[in-house]
Structure formats: structure tokens, C-alpha cells
């Protein structure tokens, strides 16, 4: 398709729950980027993927997170036992060359 | 190493007044640099690009940004603002490694509000 497709819009987890977030980069795009936007607009890199090889994941936290983009399927974002301060926007963007990255439309979720 | 600092946190102009949103980067290489807009509930929309090519860059909705290497700035402006401007932008910045892997960097964010 011509547009990351994240899933889904919104998730309300209680506390302790898993979390998954799904995204569908544009096909032919060999990159994948997880960023997670919390309060005050701050963006931070979590990981991203060069086909389904992890190519930076130093932003990831290693305790509950974690992320897989798989051939032929969406890829995805997990995380186990959720915190209060997970709740954020959670964007996926695919691109393949740097100079134009497209993103999806977020997740936002909330953990209560 | 690679920043970028948004200078207003908050910007408030009249409709149909020039818009300035003002962007300082710091890049180890030559950068490529990018404004985006946030409106509320929506996914992050591509307003403009830089990638060594023309300092002046001319993006959609009328929105155009310099890129002046001597001061590390890539200032958003728009000679006339509309009510639809209304919205979070964000300076992006990433090196020009040569490696389309490498991640983005985010500035804080610029709120636009637009008064009738």
C-alpha cells in the first residue's frame, strides 16, 4: 500500500497487561521505525529494522519490549506487563532512502 | 552526534500574518533536514525536505524553509497564515551517513495557534 498502516487507533490496557501494536510499512520499503511520543511532544527512537534484521535498537527498554517485523506480515511492537508510563502515541515509519520517511498514524495507548 | 532545538515551544499569530517557527540543528555530516505537522489526532504529515540540493525549500500548503549553513538554522515560514494552520510542527534532522537506517531526531515541537 502507499501508507503505514498502524493497529490500532487506540488500546486501553490495565496495568500488568500486554500490549501489542501492529504497522504496515509501504511495500518496497526496506526500513521500519518504532518511535514512542509521550508528554510535552518529546519523540523517542525505539528500534528500527532493515527488512526483518533489527538495525538500531538502542532505544528500546530490553526489560518489556520488544518488536519483530517478520516476512509477509505486519510488523509489531509488544510489551509485556505495561506501566503507567508506557501510555503514549506509538509511530511507525517506513522508508527507503533516508530522505523520506512515512508515517503512520499512531497508536495511542493507555494504560490505566 | 545530531540535535535540534525548536525555539518557541508556542507560537500565536493572526490570521493572515506571516509565521515564523524558527529551528536550530547541530549534525556531525551534512544533514538532511525536515519540517513535519502534527494535527490533533492525526499521523505526522511531511511539510517540506532539505537534502543538499536548493537552500530554499518550498513545501505544500505555502510553507517554505531556509536552510543557512553558517547559522545551523532551517526556519519555517508562511507569508499568510490560515485558521487550518493550526497544529504541532516538528524540525526533524538526520545525518547524511549514507545509510538509510540511521534514525531521526526530533525537535521539542512548535504549537501554532491561529487567531481569527
Known amino acids: 500500500g502507499e501508507e503505514v498502516a498502524q493497529t490500532p487507533k487506540h488500546l486501553v490496557r490495565g496495568e500488568g497487561q500486554k500490549a501489542k501494536l501492529y504497522c504496515a510499512p509501504i511495500?518496497?520499503?526496506?526500513?521500519v521505525f518504532w518511535y514512542q511520543q509521550v508528554l510535552k511532544n518529546e519523540f523517542k527512537f525505539l528500534i528500527s529494522?532493515?527488512?526483518?534484521?533489527?538495525?538500531?535498537e538502542t532505544g528500546m527498554p530490553k526489560e518489556r519490549f520488544s518488536a519483530k517485523c517478520l516476512p509477509n506480515s505486519p510488523c509489531s511492537l509488544e510489551i509485556q506487563a505495561t506501566k503507567l508510563e508506557d501510555s503514549a502515541v506509538y509511530f511507525c515509519?517506513?522508508?527507503?532512502?533516508?530522505?523520506?520517511?512515512?508515517f503512520g498514524q499512531g497508536t495511542r495507548l493507555t494504560v490505566v | 552526534a545530531q540535535s535540534v532545538t525548536q525555539l518557541d515551544s508556542h507560537v500565536s499569530v493572526s490570521e493572515g500574518t506571516p509565521v515564523l517557527l524558527r529551528c536550530n540543528y547541530s549534525?556531525?555530516?551534512?544533514?538532511?533536514l525536515f519540517w513535519y505537522v502534527q494535527h490533533p489526532n492525526k499521523g505526522l504529515q511531511l511539510l517540506l525536505k532539505?537534502?543538499?540540493?536548493?537552500?530554499l525549500v518550498k513545501g505544500i500548503n505555502g510553507f517554505e524553509a531556509e536552510f543557512k549553513k553558517s547559522e545551523t538554522s532551517f526556519h519555517l515560514t508562511k507569508p499568510s497564515a490560515h485558521m487550518s494552520d493550526a497544529a504541532e510542527y516538528f524540525c526533524?534532522?538526520?545525518?547524511?551517513?549514507?545509510?538509510?537506517?540511521?534514525?531521526?531526531?526530533f525537535g521539542g515541537g512548535t504549537r501554532l495557534m491561529v487567531k481569527p
Open positions: 532539505y537534502t543538499s540540493a536548493a537552500t
Open positions: 526533524v534532522v538526520s545525518d547524511q551517513g549514507g545509510n538509510a537506517g540511521n534514525m531521526l531526531t
Open positions: 515509519a517506513s522508508s527507503q532512502h533516508l530522505s523520506r520517511a512515512f
Open positions: 529494522f532493515q527488512n526483518e534484521n533489527v538495525f538500531d
Open positions: 511495500k518496497g520499503h526496506s526500513y
Open positions: 549534525s556531525s555530516y551534512s544533514p538532511s
